[in-house]
């Protein structure tokens, strides 16, 4: 049993489309991230979220405390949006991690 | 990057090796994570320091130690390397409190054991 789970696992869009990735957790959080990793690259962290939501460019986060969900929006997709996002939840003792949702962004 | 370094970032060995992994941290944080990342999973904890020579398992911990003689250094050793040890391991630290906590990455190590 995983205490994140993300959907989709993957996802193609097209340039300028708006992108919804989901994550559902099961555990009581104190904060949840969302991360972006690129090929071959690092991990980033993009935001930290509480409750509401937080925006950054083109980028959106919303979290729902209640129903243990958070998504994260792009708007205006753009292929160098191409990466993996990570959904990330800290229990106050430890972080899990979501398996990734892969986004390629076609020109 | 928080200060993070990875040493080495590429790596193949052979089974029944062993393999020591390096992480540097420049911010004097206290708390340093090691963790693996394997296709079809999220990233799994496998040891982690919250301080000078105070460290403790994570959930895949089995065939690695580990040890932190200075704030700085967190070291990761595979004592007799396995095939199943082939994965990307990264190296974190944790900065800031409460739900203003966060981890940053190192830029990971790539282990190959043939």
């Known amino acids: 049993k995983n205490e994140v789970e993300q959907s989709p696992q993957n996802l193609t869009a097209q340039e300028g489309e708006f992108i919804t990735i989901n994550c559902s957790y099961s555990?009581?959080?104190?904060?949840l991230h969302w991360l972006q990793q690129h090929p071959g690259g690092g991990i980033v962290s993009l935001f930290m979220?509480?409750?509401g939501k937080k925006k950054h460019g083109r980028l959106i986060a919303t979290i729902n405390i209640q129903e243990k969900h958070s998504s994260l929006h792009i708007t205006a997709s753009h292929p160098r949006d191409s990466a993996v996002y990570i959904c990330a939840v800290n229990t106050g003792n430890q972080f899990y991690f979501g398996t990734g949702t892969s986004l390629t962004v076609i020109p | 990057d928080a200060g993070i370094t990875q040493s080495p970032r590429h790596k193949v060995t052979e089974t029944g090796t062993p393999v020591t992994l390096r992480c540097h941290q420049t911010e004097n944080h206290r708390y340093m994570y090691w963790y693996r990342q394997d296709p079809g999973h999220g990233l799994r904890l496998i040891h982690y320091?919250?301080?000078?020579?105070?460290?403790d398992k994570g959930e895949v911990s089995d065939g690695y130690s580990v040890s932190r003689s200075k704030t700085e250094d967190f070291l990761l050793t595979l004592e007799s390397a396995t095939s199943s040890q082939t994965s990307v391991y990264f190296c974190?630290?944790?900065?800031?409190?409460?739900?203003?906590?966060?981890?940053?990455f190192g830029p990971g190590t790539r282990l190959l054991v043939l």
């Open positions: 555990v009581g959080i104190s904060a």
């Open positions: 320091s919250y301080g000078v020579k105070d460290t």
């Open positions: 979220l509480s409750s």
């Open positions: 974190a630290i944790r900065s800031g409190t409460g739900n203003q906590e966060t981890q940053y």
